[in-house]
C-alpha cells in the first residue's frame, strides 16, 4: 500500500525524499500518515480537496481488494 501512495504523491511533489509515509497498525486496520512539506502541501491537496480525495478513493479500492481496512491522513512536515 505504500508503495501505491508514494506512486500517487511523488508527481504532485517535487522532491520525494522529503515526503514520509508512516504506517500505524490499529485495532480496526491501518492507518497511512502522509506526511508532506509545508510548502508542497497544497498541490497533494488540490482545490477544493480534489487531488487527497482521489488519491484516497485509489487506495481504499486496492485495500478492498485485499479484504482490508485503512485510513489515509496528510499532514504538514
Known amino acids: 500500500m505504500e508503495d501505491l501512495l ?4 511523488e508527481p504532485l511533489v ?3 525524499k522529503k515526503v514520509k509515509i508512516e504506517k500505524i497498525d490499529e485495532q480496526d486496520g491501518t492507518k ?3 506526511h508532506i ?5 497544497a498541490k497533494v491537496i488540490g482545490r477544493g480537496g480534489k487531488m487527497i ?4 478513493s485509489l487506495a481504499k479500492i486496492r485495500a478492498i481488494k485485499e479484504g482490508i481496512y485503512i485510513n489515509v491522513e496528510v499532514v504538514e512536515a
Open 53 to 56: 480525495k482521489s488519491i484516497k
Open 14 to 16: 517535487s522532491d520525494m
Open 37 to 41: 512539506p509545508q510548502d508542497e502541501i
Open 6 to 9: 508514494a506512486l500517487l504523491v
Open 32 to 34: 497511512y500518515i502522509i
